[in-house]
Nanobody, 128 residues
Framework: QVQLVETGGGSVQAGGSLRLSCVAS????????LAWFRQSPGKEREGVAS????????FYDDSVKGRFTITEDSAKRTIYLQMNSLKPEDTAMYYC?????????????????????WGQGTQVTVSS
């Protein structure tokens, strides 16, 4: 069982920055793959960034490469999503997700079907 709690959302003007945090509670923490997804009204949930905690491999959606960075603090069992140069199209509910025991590579890393546990979400709003 994995419990995820996100914090850090808010409102910011275009070009600004935000940092999201997700605390993961699990007895099998080091075996997890953790990720950030987002969903805006009328759109499907999309993967933004993920990190494989055994290898520390990461993947990013093309839309956020060079602007967003996913990191992890093992001592705090927390992952972060540093979001810079935010754009209005980044506006969405952001979700932290956890998965395990799947082959982690470019096709699977940001696929929601591989993540069984989800946080409650935190809203990010970017105004122009």
């Amino acid at each position: 069982q994995v419990q995820l709690v996100e914090t850090g959302g808010g409102s910011v003007q275009a070009g600004g920055s935000l940092r999201l945090s997700c605390v993961a509670s699990s007895d099998t923490y080091r075996s997890l793959t953790l990720a950030w997804f987002r969903q805006s009204p009328g759109k499907e949930r999309e993967g933004v960034a993920s990190i494989h905690l055994r290898s520390y491999s990461t993947f990013y959606d093309d839309s956020v490469k060079g602007r967003f960075t996913i990191t992890e603090d093992s001592a705090k069992r927390t992952i972060y999503l540093q979001m810079n140069s935010l754009k209005p199209e980044d506006t969405a509910m952001y979700y932290c997700a956890a998965g395990s025991e799947f082959y982690y590579y470019s096709i699977t890393a940001l696929s929601a079907r591989n993540y069984a546990y989800w946080g409650q979400g935190t809203q990010v709003t970017v105004s122009s």
